[in-house]
């Protein structure tokens, strides 16, 4: 078995460290969730340490431990959502480059985070 070693932020460890043991089953998951082969590498993230505009939106809200409440009425910005227009645009026609395909597949994977999200607010209301 390969040992690997990351660096993050400490809240980050914090929040990780009651899943210690479990970590390795996480990021199965998150392989499996992402529909992503375990040898591909992101243009985004490979060439750059930015990510997607929603992506920091959905991390700036979540961060803030919202209510029920909040969760269910989130909405990324008029900006995200133009951007996700413009990508589903280009997707219809073919046309989408690899890191904007990248992009797209970051925005399915918060758009169903935020669904399980709603989904589970919803029940403590």
Do not use: C, G
Not at 41 to 49: F, I, K
Not at 78 to 94: D, F, G, H, I, V
Request: charged fraction near 25%; glycine fraction near 0%.
């Amino acid at each position: 078995m390969a040992e690997l070693t990351i660096q993050i932020p400490d809240e980050l460890a914090q929040r990780l460290k009651p899943l210690q043991n479990r970590l390795p089953e996480l990021l199965w998951r998150l392989l499996d969730v992402s529909n992503l082969p375990t040898n591909y590498q992101s243009p985004v993230l490979a060439e750059t340490t930015d990510i997607p505009a929603a992506y920091q939106e959905v991390l700036d809200f979540l961060i803030k431990r919202p209510t029920p409440e909040e969760i269910m009425t989130f909405k990324v910005s008029l900006q995200a959502q133009t951007r996700l227009q413009a990508l589903l645009e280009k997707n219809r026609s073919a046309i989408l480059s690899p890191m904007e395909l990248v992009e797209l597949d970051v925005y399915e994977q918060l758009e169903h985070m935020m669904i399980l999200l709603k989904a589970r607010a919803s029940t403590r209301i």
